[in-house]
């Protein structure tokens, strides 16, 4: 069955370092891929699209890359501040469904 | 610019009752409209796709009859919860896209507690 998996549940870390968010999925051929960011009790903004046919987009401190081989996407936030703080959630477009498949999420926490 | 809202923000109710959500694209004309439900720390799951002046199509096990969709007009959809129980109690978010479904516009969700 179509699988989409974000391998950390919470991730930690200090203000001003690199955050390196995970997605992979399986049994899927997605078209395009999506970042979106979730504050508590708020529905999810979107930071990100990568098509199946780009490696990497830059958004200024935010960059996602996209490996169909690996089938993984990852997202970073550079010079990371305590406003980063939310959690991400990671949506595939396509396969064998035509709507956004979401991944649970990460819950980023930024400390200064 | 491409804003949707919902409305209420939160609701609580006794079983039994029925709820309506409304959700609204406020600054442009959505032709689809998506109806999401999210249990805590879970993912959001895609509940069921309408068009303007079209029936809903549901996801697999999402009751039609319990979880009514009605997309009456281009920037209006309203979801209704009948006879809703405890186990309805979740966060409820609409999204609406312009051209593509690929490029959904998220509201800002709305909590229903059944008590």
């Known amino acids: 069955s179509q699988k989409i998996e974000q391998n950390s549940e919470a991730l930690n870390i200090q203000e001003g370092k690199t955050a390196t968010l995970t997605c992979n999925y399986t049994?899927?051929?997605?078209?395009?891929l999506q970042w979106y960011r979730q504050d508590p009790g708020r529905g999810p903004v979107f930071l990100l699209l990568i098509r199946e046919n780009e490696k990497e987009k830059r958004k200024e401190r935010l960059k996602v890359t996209f490996d169909t081989t690996l089938k993984q996407s990852l997202f970073h936030i550079t010079a990371s501040q305590p406003a980063d703080s939310a959690t991400y959630l990671c949506?595939?477009?396509?396969?064998?469904?035509?709507?956004?498949?979401f991944g649970k999420g990460t819950k980023l926490s930024v400390k200064p | 610019g491409a804003v949707v809202s919902q409305h209420p923000s939160r609701v609580i109710c006794k079983s039994g009752t029925s709820v309506k959500i409304e959700c609204r694209s406020l600054?442009?004309?959505?032709?689809?409209m998506f109806w999401y439900r999210q249990f805590p720390k879970q993912s959001l799951m895609l509940m069921a796709t309408s068009n303007e002046g079209s029936k809903a199509t549901y996801e697999q096990g999402v009751e039609k009859d319990k979880f009514l969709i009605n997309h009456a007009s281009l920037t209006l959809s309203t979801l209704t919860v009948t006879s809703a129980h405890p186990e309805d109690s979740s966060f409820y978010i609409c999204?609406?896209?312009?051209?593509?479904?690929?490029?959904?516009?998220f509201g800002p969700g709305t909590r229903l507690l059944v008590l």
């Open positions: 949506a595939l477009w396509g396969g064998s469904q035509g709507n956004l498949i």
């Open positions: 999204s609406a896209s312009l051209t593509s479904p690929v490029s959904q516009y």
């Open positions: 600054d442009f004309q959505a032709t689809t």
């Open positions: 049994n899927y051929s997605p078209a395009y």
